[in-house]
């Protein structure tokens, strides 16, 4: 049988509990010698009207997520792990992760932090929850 390697993928935001999830992830992929891909989503539904009708809002928020995640890959890069990607989408993150992202990337592995970075939703109908329920992988959600 040949022997694949393994992929984790690791949700991120900027919230306490993904920041943990991130180190956990880069611990595990380290230690496994896996692959590590990065993604975070940009939450569309936050977004007004008027900004949403703004190519040039929008091409800005993306190339500013996308800036950012090449920190966290820097980050995964500089404690030893081989192989790195980062991967932004648009959408909701629970079901944008669950629907597009793990079935385009075939991950053996999800890890992600128990609340996100915004207000009421980290209260009403939890992303680690959904994910955790929805996910056709191991789910590790962390805090």
């Known amino acids: 049988m040949e022997d694949e390697s393994k992929i984790i993928l690791v949700g991120v935001d900027d919230s306490p509990d993904a920041q943990i999830a991130f180190r956990y992830a880069m611990k595990q992929a380290k230690n496994e010698m896996a692959e590590l891909d990065i993604v975070s989503i940009l939450e569309t ?52 992760i669950v629907n597009d992202i793990i079935p385009k990337i075939k991950p053996d592995l999800l890890i992600i932090g128990s609340l996100g970075k915004k207000g009421v939703r980290k209260y009403f109908g939890s992303q680690a929850a959904y994910m955790a329920k929805y996910a056709p992988i191991s789910v590790m959600i962390v805090r």
Do not use: C, W
């Not at 007004?48 to 929008?58: Q, T």
């Not at 928020?61 to 030893?80: F, S, W």
């Open 45 to 96: 539904d936050n977004i007004n009207v008027y900004e949403a009708l703004s190519k040039d809002f929008i091409h800005g928020k993306r190339q500013a997520l996308e800036e950012h995640l090449q920190d966290y890959r820097n980050m995964a890069k500089k404690v030893g792990i081989k192989k790195v990607q980062t991967i932004v989408a648009e959408g909701n993150p629970g079901e944008t």
